[in-house]
Structures are given as structure tokens and as C-alpha cells.
Nanobody, 122 residues
Framework: QVKLVESGGGLVRPGGSLRLSCEVS????????MGWYRQAPGKERELVAT?????????NYADSVKGRFTISRDSAKNTAYLQMNALKPEDTAVYSC??????????????WGQGTQVTVSS
């Protein structure tokens, strides 16, 4: 059994900052990638940022968030963070954590968090 717990969403003014967290717990053997996706009303879900643990923590960002968002992880806590700065109204969306991992019975899994609302508005 694997569990993802997200936290950190909320309402923020344009130009403000938020930090999202995604903690993985349970029967995990290893984690391959951790990332954040978002979906705004009426739009497709899109990748925001990923970190690939199997490639020395290489990161990947959507062009729309480069220079403003930073993804990082704490290996000891099996937690990924998304630091979001200089937020814009167009960043408003439900943000979901995604993890690709190997469980301790050596099966590859994709897990999604429950989603957290980020609203950027004055």
C-alpha cells in the first residue's frame, strides 16, 4: 500500500508565492520520478515540473513556469516540493502530484495525489 499526501495549496495574490508538498509513504522500494501536473477549468491537464531520481535528480519544467517554479525533493522524507514564485492568475488550477515508483514487491506503479487547489487572484 502506497499513499501520497499533498499539501500547500491556497489563495494567493498575483506576484505571491506558495509551496506545495507531496509525501510518499508505504511499501516503496524505490522512486523513479516525482512531479506536478495541473488542470485549469476547461483545459487539459498539463505537466508543470518533474524531477527524475534515476537521472541524478534532473528536472524538467513547462515553459510557462521556467524561472518562477522550482521542484525539489527530500530523499529522507520521500517528499517532493514545488516552490512557486511570482504567481500569475493563469497559474490558477488544481495541482496534482504524480509519482512513478517500484513497490517493495518489485512492481512498477504510477500514483496520483488527490489534488490541491491553487488560486491566484487579487
Amino acid at each position: 500500500q502506497v499513499k501520497l499526501v499533498e499539501s500547500g495549496g491556497g489563495l494567493v495574490r498575483p506576484g505571491g508565492s506558495l509551496r506545495l508538498s507531496c509525501e510518499v509513504s508505504g511499501s516503496v522500494f524505490s522512486i523513479n520520478t516525482m512531479g506536478w501536473y495541473r488542470q485549469a477549468p476547461g483545459k487539459e491537464r498539463e505537466l508543470v515540473a518533474t524531477v527524475t531520481l534515476t537521472k541524478s535528480d534532473s528536472t524538467n519544467y513547462a515553459d510557462s513556469v521556467k524561472g518562477r517554479f522550482t521542484i525539489s525533493r527530500d530523499s529522507a522524507k520521500n517528499t517532493a516540493y514545488l516552490q512557486m514564485n511570482a504567481l500569475k492568475p493563469e497559474d490558477t488550477a488544481v495541482y496534482s502530484c504524480h509519482v512513478n515508483l517500484v513497490s517493495d514487491d518489485y512492481i512498477l506503479w504510477d500514483y496520483w495525489g488527490q489534488g490541491t487547489q491553487v488560486t491566484v487572484s487579487s
